[in-house]
């Protein structure tokens, strides 16, 4: 039970379900947690008008028992004040909700606030089944119970609740004629995209934020990841890099002392005493990646926990020197490692998803700043086999189309997606980094982090995330203008 490796845009919270660095890593997206509120500017989160509804959602859109029939309160939200009406055929943006309660989207998601007013768009924003206010059999009690409730649980259903949900406002708003576009991140940015090959008529192009589908099936090197997250503060700074890479065997050396612990529980003003070094590793490792994956502006946690590690006085011994870099990045108000932790829905949740359908392989390689440890499928396996009862399946791309070869797919099956992708974050390896076709298109930044170009924009962002954004808004205006005018010679 201990930190997860996160992928969500938002972020990710600070429980952990079932995975340690140093039992197995099963990856993980993310949602908001407070500790991020923390990390962001307050003027990047945007006010937003959002109205919420709910829909009557099917519970399982492929099968024809009894069961299937059941239904639960979908929820969703609509911004309508940038919207030209459907008289106009306006456009519609919708929000692909992920491994997270819908609650913050709207203040979160800026890039949508921001944009909307110039494409005249009604801003959806759905939330994923099982998560937030969507949990069918009326509890998260009952929904999470046992096999044959949490089997609902998966992607397929998730887009196939979103093609309802977008057929069902578009027919409440008469708006027949208005395009729409979908648009996520991370996970939420895989959904986009896979809704935009299962579903093209509802939808004339996806926009992917840092969507990393080429993660799954072995086709990005599993060590990755975590060669990025080295990378980063390598590049950051080459003696906090050497200071973070020698700690491990550090902090093995202390432990294997008699009253090693306590002496590691001081050094590091744990909430309860370790007795063991591994919660403490899992938890520097957690605070590294995800300084790596949240790279951003204004507070670049990477460059802050460096500055913090290098910054302590030249006699401190290693140890200090780690924990003056938590401190930098998250402060000394309160104790950090070691304190206790709730499972929250996104832990459980992600977890049963990546346990079911996502494998998406991360091991350790052994030139980084971390102890090697190689992806094992066989004990991740296990390991849900041991949690959930299931061993994880193909993803429904691969029975669908015959193998997750998905470039191949995608440029077969696909047209009009943006994936974006910024460098720093580890999750962008396994990325779309290249054009696939003239309407699959990456793009990509060398300093960005995971979901940074769809955040709000602010006065003090530097001029290659401003240009990303405004290649993104300019390919989605290519795409509004050719819907345009084919639906022009359709009448
Ligand atoms: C939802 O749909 C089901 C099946 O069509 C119906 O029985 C139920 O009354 C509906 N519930 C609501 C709240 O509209
Ligand atoms: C799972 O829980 C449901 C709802 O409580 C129950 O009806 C069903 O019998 C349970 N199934 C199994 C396999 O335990
Ligand atoms: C380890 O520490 C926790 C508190 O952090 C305690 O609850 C648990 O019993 C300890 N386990 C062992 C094996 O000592
Ligand atoms: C280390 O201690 C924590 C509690 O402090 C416990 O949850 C965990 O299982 C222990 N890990 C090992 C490898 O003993
Ligand atoms: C907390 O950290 C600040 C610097 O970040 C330092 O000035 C202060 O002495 C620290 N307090 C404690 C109790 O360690
Ligand atoms: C765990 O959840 C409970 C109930 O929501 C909350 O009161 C408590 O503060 C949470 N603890 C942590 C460590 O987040
Ligand atoms: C990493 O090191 C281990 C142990 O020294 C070795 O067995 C393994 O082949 C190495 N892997 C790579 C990719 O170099
Ligand atoms: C993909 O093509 C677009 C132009 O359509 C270009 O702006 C972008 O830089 C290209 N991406 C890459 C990774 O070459
Ligand atoms: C990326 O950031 C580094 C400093 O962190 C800077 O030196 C470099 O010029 C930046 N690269 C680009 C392309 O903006």
């Not at 992806?375 to 691969?398: D, M, Q």
Request: with cysteine; aromatic share 14%.
């Amino acid at each position: 039970m201990e930190h997860p490796l996160l992928l969500l845009c938002t972020f990710l919270i600070f429980s952990t379900y079932l995975t340690t660095t140093h039992s197995l890593t099963i990856p993980r997206l993310s949602p908001i947690s407070e500790w991020e509120k923390t990390l962001q500017d307050p003027t990047t989160f945007v006010a937003s008008d959002a109205k919420e509804f709910y829909y009557n959602q099917t519970l399982d859109h492929f099968n024809y028992r009894p069961e299937s029939y059941t239904t639960f309160q979908q929820r969703y939200l609509i911004d309508f004040k940038y919207w030209g009406g459907a008289d106009s055929s306006a456009p519609i943006f919708a929000y692909l909700g992920a491994e997270e309660a819908l609650d913050n989207a709207p203040s979160n998601i800026g890039f949508l606030t921001d944009n909307a007013a110039s494409f005249n768009a009604l801003l959806v924003y759905i939330e994923h089944r099982y998560y937030g206010k969507s949990i069918p059999f009326g509890s998260r009690e009952e929904a999470f119970k046992n096999a044959s409730t949490i089997g609902y649980f998966n992607s397929a259903q998730a887009i196939a609740d979103y093609a309802e949900v977008l057929i069902h406002i578009k027919k409440t708003l008469h708006a027949k004629k208005s395009p729409i576009i979908v648009l996520g991140g991370s996970y939420g940015g895989m959904l986009a995209t896979w809704f935009r090959l299962k579903y093209p008529h509802l939808t004339i192009g996806a926009l992917a934020s840092s969507a990393p589908i080429l993660y799954f099936d072995y086709i990005t090197p599993p060590n990755s990841y975590y060669d990025v997250v080295t990378r980063d503060f390598r590049e950051a700074s080459e003696t906090c890099y050497e200071t973070i890479r020698k700690s491990w065997s550090e902090i093995d050396r202390v432990a294997s002392q008699p009253n090693g612990l306590s002496i590691l529980s001081h050094i590091f003003n744990t909430c309860n005493p370790l007795n063991n070094s591994s919660s403490l590793k899992d938890y520097l490792y957690f605070l590294y990646t995800i300084a790596a994956q949240y790279n951003r502006p204004p507070r670049y946690p990477v460059s802050e926990i460096c500055s913090g590690i290098d910054g302590a006085s030249s006699e401190s011994n290693i140890l200090s020197k780690i924990y003056a870099g938590l401190v930098a990045y998250r402060g000394n108000t309160t104790c950090r490692v070691n304190g206790p932790s709730n499972v929250s829905e996104t832990n459980f949740g992600w977890t049963w998803q990546t346990c079911s359908e996502f494998v998406i392989p991360i091991g350790i390689g052994n030139n980084t700043m971390f102890e090697p440890k190689p992806f094992s499928l066989k004990l991740y396996a296990n390991e849900c086999k041991k949690h959930f009862g299931v061993l994880p399946r193909p993803h429904w791309i691969t029975t669908y189309y015959g193998g997750y070869d998905i470039k191949l797919v995608l440029k077969r099956f696909g047209s009009n997606i943006i994936f974006s992708n910024g460098l720093k974050d580890p999750y962008s390896s396994g990325g779309v980094l290249d054009n696939i076709s003239e309407n699959l298109i990456a793009l990509h930044t060398v300093n960005g982090s995971h979901c940074l170009d769809i955040l709000a924009e602010n006065k003090k962002d530097p001029e290659w995330l401003v240009e990303q954004r405004k290649k993104e808004v300019e390919i989605m205006k290519g795409w509004i203008s050719q819907y345009y005018s084919d639906f022009g010679a359709f009448k």
